[in-house]
C-alpha cells in the first residue's frame, strides 16, 4: 500500500509568488492535515480537512494560505505571495475516519515538501 | 499547547535500552498516549499508543503509571538508526472535530552513542 504522497519534495520560490503543496492521502483515508515545521522548530498543526470540508483551521495564518480537500483529487495547501518567512517543511497525514475497523487513532504522515522562499 | 512536559534531551548506548519518560499529569479519563519519533528530515512515525495497559509492539513497548499520570516508551535495544526527536502525545481516539488532530510539543531528543 501506498504510504502519504506529497509533492513536489523540493520548492523554491522568489518572494511574492505563490507555492502549491499537494497531499495524496493513503488509500480509503478521508482526512487530511497539515503541519508546518520551521527550521530548528517543532511540528506546528495548520489545518485539518474532511473530503470538501475544512473542519479545523486553527492554526492556519490568517492572510495568503488556505487549504484544500476536494472530492476528487489531493489536497492542496496555498501560499500565495510568499515570503522568507514561509519557508520550512510542510507535513501532511492521513486517517481513515473512525469507526474503522482496527484503526487506532494514529496519523499517518507524509515525507514532506521543503519550501524555500529566496 | 501539547498537554505533555518531556525532558529535552537525552543519551543512550547502542545495544542497551532506551527508556523515555513523558509526563501528562493532566490527562483525562478518555485520552490515550500517543508516542511518535521524527529522524532527521523525515516525516514523524507512529511508533504506539495507550489508554492504561503497558503495551508492546515490535518497535517499542509503553508503560503507562497506574494514576496515568506519566508513562514511559522503552526502546529495548537502541540502535544507531533510532536517533531521533521522540513525541508523547496525549489525545481522545473516539471523537471527532478538534480533538481528533494531534498536538506535538518539543519532545526529546535521542541520541545512540556507538
Known amino acids: 500500500n501506498a504510504g502519504v504522497m506529497q509533492n513536489p519534495r523540493h520548492l523554491v520560490r522568489r518572494r511574492g509568488q505563490e507555492a502549491r503543496l499537494r497531499c495524496s492521502p493513503m488509500?480509503?483515508?478521508?482526512?487530511v492535515y497539515w503541519y508546518r515545521q520551521l527550521p530548528e522548530e517543532g511540528l506546528k498543526f495548520m489545518v485539518y480537512?474532511?473530503?470538501?470540508?475544512?473542519?479545523?483551521e486553527s492554526g492556519m495564518p490568517k492572510e495568503r494560505f488556505s487549504a484544500e480537500f476536494p472530492k476528487e483529487g489531493p489536497s492542496i495547501l496555498r501560499i500565495q505571495q510568499v515570503v522568507r518567512g514561509d519557508s520550512a517543511a510542510y507535513f501532511c497525514?492521513?486517517?481513515?475516519?473512525?469507526?474503522?475497523?482496527?484503526?487506532?487513532?494514529?496519523?499517518?504522515f507524509g515525507e514532506g515538501s521543503r519550501l524555500t522562499v529566496l | 499547547d501539547a498537554k505533555t512536559t518531556q525532558p529535552p534531551s537525552m543519551d543512550c548506548a547502542e545495544g542497551r535500552a532506551a527508556n523515555l519518560p513523558c509526563n501528562h499529569s493532566t490527562i483525562s479519563g478518555n485520552e490515550y498516549v500517543y508516542w511518535y519519533r521524527q529522524i532527521h528530515s523525515q516525516g514523524p512515525q507512529y511508533i504506539i499508543h495507550g489508554l492504561k495497559n503497558n503495551e508492546t509492539n515490535e518497535m517499542a513497548s509503553l508503560i503507562i503509571t497506574e494514576d496515568r499520570k506519566s508513562s514511559t516508551l522503552i526502546l529495548p535495544h537502541a540502535t544507531l538508526r533510532d536517533t531521533a526527536v521522540y513525541y508523547c502525545i496525549v489525545r481522545v481516539v473516539n471523537s471527532g472535530g478538534s480533538n481528533y488532530k494531534l498536538t506535538f510539543g518539543k519532545g526529546t531528543l535521542l541520541t545512540v552513542n556507538p
Open positions: 497525514a492521513s486517517s481513515p475516519a473512525l469507526p474503522a475497523g482496527t484503526y487506532t487513532g494514529e496519523l499517518f
Open positions: 488509500k480509503g483515508h478521508s482526512h
Open positions: 480537512l474532511q473530503k470538501e470540508n475544512i473542519i479545523d
